[in-house]
């Protein structure tokens, strides 16, 4: 690559990590105009319904002049337009978000049509729709760590086939530095991935230009750590994360960072799998009714992609052991090496669990599908736990119940079903997007997201340190 080549390649780079972090920060600010432009002109709209003669219509900003109803029109118009480009600009659209584009286009042809209230009506339902959802999607952001110590993160990529990358949560040496906003989402493709998923599970589904503009949000989603700076210890426990089907290595930031103010160094992996390789319409595999031969295939591919995964979990052991991340942590001595999965990261764990020796493992509602038959029969080596959902919920047979029944069978290990856990936790999402969760059927209730994730890090603390249980823990359990 030329020194030009480098220099355009730089400036874009730069140019990117300035623009989002200028939206960032100034999110909060366009949260209030929003909402204060939403409630305004909406109460435009109101005045001139209850104006029975439509004439003339008195403007909120002044007690003292009255304008035309075409400018009034004016406003709601531009002001709509103003906020739609303003949200582009500082936070992204999420499914929500529709709520407002039909409130633009109530306005818009009550305007060219002469519809008079009727679309006005519809714009003041569909406004006070739009804000109430908003009031009840209140994190854009991630609670913040509640541990002893400062957390830095830092993305790495391993020497292996897969050149994984990694993104590496640790205590920091120095508990004093700035806190910065680091992008949560690593990878723009995710709106594809979970359509991808979406059509596999659902017999219909929307375009995926819907996933894209509802998700989109998500790409200015941020959470805080410190500035990049040497580890606090070098001898400390190490725990790798490894997450589920079609998510990414920061998914599971909340319980990351969790770990790492408690003094761990937690590596979370970037595993990639094909979501659907072959005929969409012949592989709609989590419909029931599909034909056995069709079922096998999508086992066989998915035990495959399990291998790849157990193969990157395996190289990053065998490299933090041998001591060769000494270009990320100088002479780090780790004192045990602890994996957590979920859902096809827990089966991930298990079986990496069944190949080498472990000090502990945490599998939060595996998702056994891959697993071929002989694994079900071999042994895990070392403490491991099994965290699974108390009910199985109606968009999840794939998930069927009987697969984690005969792992059991086979596997002395420590199981627990956990009180109104859902297939979702302890994924990010259940935060950031937890009312359309609930629309899809990943979530039972929004109103228990924190407890629920609070639960689950505090049993993960106490496992991995060999801990009791308290009574609180004791009973979520089933």
Known sequence: MNNRNKKIIKYIKENEYNNFHFRTHNRNKFDILENFGFFSISLNIIIRIRNKKLNKVKLLSSSSEFINNYQVEYIELYGLSLLLLMKYLFEGFRFNSFLLIITYFSVFYEKVFKFNSYLSYISVIVTFLYLWSQFNQKHFSLPKPTGQFRTCYK????????STSVSVYYPCLNQNQNDIDYKWLPDVKYSKQIYERMQLQFKWVPYQLIFDFGLSFLNYITFKASIEQPIMNKNLDVVIVSHGFTQHRNAYTFLCQELASEGYVVFSLQHTEMVYPWDLKQTKILNSGNKPEVMEKYQ???ATHLNWRCEQVMN???QIKFGQINDIFDNFNPLSINLIGHSFGGATV?????????????????????FNKDDFLKQVKGRTLILSKDINRKFQ?????????DFLKNNNVDH?????????????LTFLFPIEMAV?????????????NKILISITKKYIKSQSFNNEEINQFC
């Open 416 to 428: 627990y079903r956990i009180k109104g856990l859902d297939h979702a936790y302890p994924n990010d």
């Open 155 to 162: 993305q790495i990529q391993i020497k292996d086939k897969y």
């Open 440 to 452: 899809f059927g990943e979530l039972r209730t929004t109103t228990k997201v924190y407890q629920i």
């Open 397 to 405: 047979q794939v998930f069927e119940p009987k697969l984690l029944m």
């Open 350 to 370: 298990l079986k990496v669990a069944q190949n080498i020796q472990i000090d502990s493992v945490i599998s939060f509602d595996p998702w056994l599908f891959p």
């Open 300 to 302: 066989n591919l998915r």
């Open 316 to 318: 990053l052991i065998q």
